[in-house]
């Protein structure tokens, strides 16, 4: 039986949520209460919840959904094929904005209601502006989240030895070997975000890839430090009981045996 899954690229899916992005930011900009300094900090707030909830999907995807289950279950396959082979290509920039716009585009739609059924207050505009900030974090997330993964210019195979090697050395040695692998590959502007720490810098990035029990935000980071002890107490768990359910099906059939 087939499992319904999303498209992987739609243009049509992504022209509807920048259009709905519009709409929404112009319903904001009409307020009278705008204010650029709460504008500042919805940025950022938006920044956090968007990294604090690609997180919390990334988890779900490597440990919660089985694949059979509807829409969440395709996708959680491809996270785990994704840990096979860790490459993205940022250039593959429909199919990136794609996966955005799925999680944007409702979260635009929310920003338009509740610009509309809250009073015209300072709060209320903070509240919407936050909504619309991470509306357009969550577009740009995985195109983000591709360029921590950047390796096109090596191809996959030497990207992937490369890693392999890094992986073998101390964490404080293996984030300045990852940090000079991305250095001559990531183009120099993002590079330049990626070391102010508004988007996912790889040599961070890539510790999950390596124990894949914690920094599993795909944004920018920001939020990690706040869950990395509680994935990876869940992850030492899940671990453990599948470890012990392993060894207690082996000595069942050793003494069937």
Not at 46 to 72: C, E, K, Q
Not at 80 to 103: C, F, I, M, R, W
Not at 221 to 230: F, K, L, M, Q
Request: net charge positive; with cysteine.
């Amino acid at each position: 039986m087939k499992v319904l899954t999303l498209p992987r690229a739609s243009k049509f899916v992504v022209a509807v949520c920048l259009a709905t992005q519009a709409l929404a930011v112009y319903g904001i900009a009409t307020r009278q209460q705008r204010n650029a300094w709460l504008c500042i900090l919805a940025f950022f707030i938006g920044g956090f919840v968007t990294d604090f909830i690609s997180g919390l999907f990334h988890f779900s995807f490597d440990y919660v959904w089985p694949p059979r289950t509807p829409i969440m279950g395709p996708i959680a396959v491809e996270f785990q094929e994704h840990h096979v082979e860790p490459t993205l290509d940022p250039s593959a920039l429909s199919t990136n904005l794609t996966k955005g716009a799925y999680g944007a585009l409702p979260l635009a739609l929310i920003t338009i209601l509740v610009t509309r059924l809250t009073a015209d207050t300072a709060f209320s505009f903070l509240l919407v502006a936050s909504l619309m900030a991470t509306s357009l974090w969550m577009l740009g997330f995985h195109q983000i989240h591709a360029y921590a993964h950047m390796g096109s210019e090596l191809g996959p195979d030497e990207f992937n030895r490369a890693v392999t090697v890094i992986s073998q050395l101390s964490p404080r040695e293996q984030k300045k070997e990852f940090a000079k692998l991305f250095e001559a590959l990531v183009p120099r502007w993002v590079r330049v975000l990626q070391r102010c720490r508004l988007f996912l810098r790889p040599e961070i990035h890539w510790q999950h890839h390596i124990s894949f029990e914690t920094d599993f935000s795909s944004v920018n980071g920001w939020s990690d430090p706040v869950t990395n002890g509680v994935y990876r107490a869940i992850v030492r768990r899940i671990r453990a009981k599948k470890v012990a359910a392993a060894a207690a099906l082996a000595a069942e059939e050793k003494s069937v045996a």
